[in-house]
């Protein structure tokens, strides 16, 4: 529950999007003068608000219409100023939801002074999205931190609070912006609450803040309302009203104001409640009904109105020959509230009463008044609502509002006007155009379900084969975002076989994409053989082999990699870096990080890594969330082979972020799979655990296939705290998956070497000798190093012979130097080897052994590996626990948490905060924090001790 406001009336501004006041749009509770309820929900936004001197945070009150939720934002904006803190409100009006930036715009202009203070990207972006300057559309990131740097400045000279009231209307470039800066509030003096209207049985979509939820009032509450309102009550009847209205305080209040004058004290008329809509659709109804013509009218250019503030109206009222005193008997009547400043409906659920009850004459009249009054995108969208019927010239227009969004990075904007030009347009070929663009412009913003029903949509105004090529493929990749490979699949490779016999190199690309939703399904024999479907049109087309774009070279590499074909892979990984440098395009940049990953699977990890620092730093500069997604979890796959746990555990939680954030059920099945293969090493069983129970809840279900093989990790985690019969079933089963997809590169799942180990130990050793005699045919059909080092050291633990063992051992650590170091394995090839030693009875060589082990576990956090280590340690004679830690040393890196460890990295770099921030899109003050506990845990005072012990531990960028 939250505080239902029950305020004596006031006029309000009553205007649309942001501006920049203390108050909000009128409440039509505002009548009675007190507070009612929701005391919890008052204390817990009194404390946001009172923790502004530490730092900050947002939240969101939700609930159906009329449960007091602007009441609750007035009550937070008057904490606020008795605080001293600015306050700046925000409103959604639904008819202004096609305003690209719109509510942001409004927000951000009172705050032009801070721009000077962003980053030149940041700054450019910002500038772009608010049309104060012309250029390129930067990523959507590099606008949001922009954002969250003006507001974070303008807090950092007074305490700020913002409202947003009726968050489900503002424009989605808006509330994608608020949310950005909303969920990183933490160490600003920056608050912000969001009130969101939910429908009856309809949920409430997770926008990751803290919500609260509004029901309805008790029976004793609405009494306290009868009573402000000086109506008295019998029991049946305060019964009557609780059950018709559900302790609605709108619907409360609406009750009392039609029967107060009309039924005696004594008596209440028996209600039905039929919903809050519909009661008050008849009540207002009734109202709007009573109204002259000129008043209907000039309330719904009212309700009609884009324009902040009003003067749309002024101009749309005067060019019907109206004025504003046309709205005096409407005002009389308590719909519409007129002030200096502004025009609005007393409430927002008044609109949909007014345009439903206007004639359509009316309607037509009064937004062509509108046109007239306004200019540019409104201008555009105020003819297409007053088109009747299909106009051309009113579709141009709507085309030149959708690219002016386009070059604003307004591309939620954009596919909304495309797809209305499309409506209005009368030609099918154009038609089919237009939508094909609108599905393209949707999918990139984001919106994949819109994009794959405008595409089918398209397909039915027009079918010749070039065209459904492109209708396929746009459609395929959105299926693919959406989580759905296995349409996704069909689309493509239909459209893969339309294009091929006139225009093989889009074939080609086309194929090359398709392996990405074949490899998400789960089915690598299918990606493969797309591979080579490609290859086959390169080798017999001359110019395809010129022109193919690195983006295809690079997925095809990353198909034949994981197939275990590395001699293949390694022919277009030779192509790609002999192509021309990728440019900043995000599907250029994808084709890096397909690049780098398939690097990393052919253990060529300096590569890899001098990739993804090139990569990371583009995607962080352009501001490419789904880019910075796929990267960081690559640079995590990488830094597990490294040994570098710390920093590879950072990257994946920063991977698992922007997934999240931007639902990319890929990136995030891979970020989780990095994160359960370290909390496995390290023996941190629950929280692996967790991590493959959220793939499957959240992961599998939208088509990512190979999510089951993750749990190779939990087995992983038992074989590490010994439980050797429950690692070899889980490890078992998930090799067995791996087969059945086609994932024959040991490295992109290592799950062999472990299974084979877990058998072995479990006296399994034919079926342990079965995996090895694979791992060796692996190795040797690859080359690849790992396979061979594991397949040595399993090798060694069944061998009868004392020198025999030491031999394959040893062979085990040579393979493993040859790719640089491996740690977690060399480690564990060392306790093995020490093992043997201490059975051979030759403890004084096991027991250096052992050490040499200890210290690796140690450094890398793997628990139960230390502990298995210094138990053989103990067994080989060694006591003495000083002793046994004599070669560890405290790693005091993994007391930071990974987002303190990534704010290091950087700042490690020479860059200063401000440049960190923009990195990291995060606020200034935030990587302040973030330092400030760096160095405390750390025990430094400067950025060159930071470096210096980041050095020491291997992991400086």
């Known amino acids: 529950m939250s505080v239902t406001n029950i305020l004596r009336r006031r006029e309000s501004p ?37 923790s502004l001197k530490v730092g900050g945070g947002a939240a969101a ?44 715009t409004d927000l951000l202009l009172p705050l032009q002074t801070h721009f000077a203070t962003l980053p030149a990207i940041q700054r450019e972006a910002l500038e772009v999205c608010l049309a104060l300057s012309a250029g390129s559309p930067r990523g959507p990131l590099a606008a949001c931190a922009g954002a969250l740097g003006v507001l974070t400045a303008a807090a ?14 503002l424009d989605a470039e808006s509330a994608q912006i608020l949310l950005f800066v909303a969920r990183r509030l933490v160490d600003e003096p920056l608050a912000m609450v969001l009130a969101v209207r939910v429908e009856p049985d309809v949920a409430m979509p997770d926008i990751g803040l803290p919500m609260l939820p509004l029901t309805g009032l008790s029976t004793e509450e609405c009494a306290l309302i009868a009573s402000a309102m000086d109506v008295t009550l019998t029991p049946p009847a305060l019964a009557s009203l609780f059950e018709a209205t559900g302790g609605n305080p709108l619907a409360v209040v609406e009750r009392l104001r039609s029967g107060a004058d009309a039924w005696p004290n004594d008596w209440w008329p028996s209600l039905q409640s039929r919903g809050l809509h519909k009661s008050l659709e008849r009540s207002w109804g009734r109202l709007f009904d009573q109204l002259p013509d000129e008043a209907r009218t000039a309330m719904f250019v009212v309700a009609a109105d884009h324009d902040t503030g009003g003067r749309h109206t002024m101009a749309a009222l005067e060019s019907l020959g109206l004025s504003l005193s046309s709205l005096d008997p409407a005002e009389r009547l308590g719909l519409v509230a007129c002030t200096a400043d502004g025009i609005g409906l007393r ?29 540019g995108y409104s201008r555009s969208w105020y003819l297409a609502a007053a088109a009747i019927g299909p106009d051309e010239e009113i579709a141009g227009a709507l085309v030149s509002a959708a690219d002016e969004a386009r070059q604003r990075n307004g591309l939620r904007a954009s596919a909304r006007t495309l797809r209305r030009a499309a409506e209005l347009t009368a030609n099918p070929s154009i038609c089919a155009e237009r939508l094909l663009q609108a599905a393209h412009d949707a999918h990139l913003a984001g919106d994949s379900s819109s994009a794959v029903a405008w595409c089918e949509q398209a397909l039915r105004y027009r079918d010749d084969p070039s065209f ?24 493509m490779t239909g459209a893969a076989a339309r294009a091929r016999p006139t225009d093989p190199v889009r074939a080609a690309e086309i194929l090359a994409e398709a392996t990405g939703p074949a490899i998400m399904q789960g089915e690598m024999h299918v990606a493969r053989q797309l591979a080579e479907q490609v ?57 890096a990080a397909f690049h780098a990953q398939s690097l990393g699977w052919a253990e060529r990890y300096s590569e890899a890594r001098d990739q993804l620092t090139i990569l990371l730093e583009a995607a962080r500069r352009l501001g490419s969330p789904t880019i910075l997604a796929f990267a960081l979890a690559i640079s995590a796959e990488i830094g597990w082979w490294g040994g570098q746990w710390t920093t590879a555990y950072a990257d994946a939680t920063e991977a698992l972020q922007w997934a999240t954030e931007n639902g990319q059920p890929g990136s995030l099945a891979y970020g989780l799979s990095i994160l359960a293969r370290i909390e496995a090493a390290r023996g941190e069983r629950e929280s692996c655990q967790a991590r493959v129970d959220t793939a499957q809840r959240e992961v599998e279900p939208r088509g990512v296939g190979c999510v089951p093989i993750y749990g190779y990790s939990l087995g992983l985690a038992a074989l590490g705290a010994g439980d050797l019969f429950d690692a070899s079933n889980r490890l078992r089963q998930a090799w067995d998956l791996a087969l059945r997809q086609g994932i024959n590169n040991p490295n992109v799942f290592p799950i062999a070497g472990d299974l084979a180990e877990a058998l072995a130990r479990t006296g399994e050793f034919d079926s342990s000798a079965h995996i090895l005699n694979w791992l060796d045919q692996r190795a040797e059909a690859t080359g690849l190093a790992y396979p061979h080092a594991a397949a040595c050291r399993v090798w060694g633990i069944l061998a009868d012979e004392p020198e025999e063992a030491q031999r394959l051992f040893t062979a085990s650590l040579v393979a493993l130097d040859k790719v640089g170091p491996i740690p977690f394995e060399q480690a564990r090839t060392l306790l093995c080897s020490g093992e043997a030693m ?30 298995r280590a210094t138990a053989e340690l103990a067994a080989s004679g060694v006591k003495d626990q000083r002793v046994m830690m004599a070669a560890v040393g405290p790693n005091r890196l993994d007391e930071l948490s990974p987002q303190e460890l990534q704010a290091a990295r950087i700042a490690a770099r020479g860059q200063n905060n401000n440049e960190v921030a923009a990195a990291l899109f995060i606020s200034r003050k935030t990587v302040e924090a973030h330092l400030t506990r760096v160095y405390r845990k750390l025990g430094i005072r400067s950025r060159t001790e930071l470096v210096r012990i980041l050095l020491a531990n291997g992991i400086a960028d």
């Open 156 to 169: 950092d000279e007074r305490p700020l609070v913002i409202l947003v009231d009726d968050f489900q209307w």
């Open 838 to 867: 201490r059975r051979n009875r030759r403890p004084a060589a096991a027991r250096a052994t052992f050490h040499r082990a200890l210290a690796i576990f140690d450094d890398l956090g793997a628990r139960p590996w230390a502990a």
């Open 468 to 491: 459904a090529v492109d209708v396929q493929r746009v459609a395929g990749g959105a299926l693919t975002s959406l989580g759905e490979p296995r349409r996704a699949l069909e689309l």
């Open 535 to 591: 290859e086959c049109i390169l080798e017999h087309s001359p110019d395809a082999a010129t022109i193919a774009t690195s983006t295809a070279l690079a997925m095809v590499a990353g198909a034949f990699s994981m197939s275990g074909d590395i001699a293949r892979a390694a022919v277009y990984l030779r192509r790609v870096a002999e192509s021309p440098q990728y440019s900043n395009r995000t599907a250029e940049l994808y084709g």
């Open 14 to 50: 009553g205007r649309g999007t942001l501006h920049n006041a203390t108050g909000l749009h009128d409440d039509p509770l505002d009548d009675v003068g007190l507070i009612v309820g929701r005391d919890h929900e008052r204390r817990l936004l009194s404390g946001l608000i009172d």
């Open 61 to 104: 009150i939700y609930g159906e219409p009329g449960m007091g939720k602007t009441s609750l934002l007035n009550f937070v904006a008057d904490r606020a100023n008795r605080t001293g803190a600015q306050v700046l409100t925000a409103r959604g009006i639904e008819s202004e939801a096609v305003l690209p930036f719109a509510a942001i």
């Open 347 to 375: 409430h927002p659920l008044l609109r949909s009463v007014v345009l439903t009850r206007t004639p359509l004459a009316d309607r037509v009249s009064a937004y062509r008044g509108l046109a007239e009054a306004a200019d």
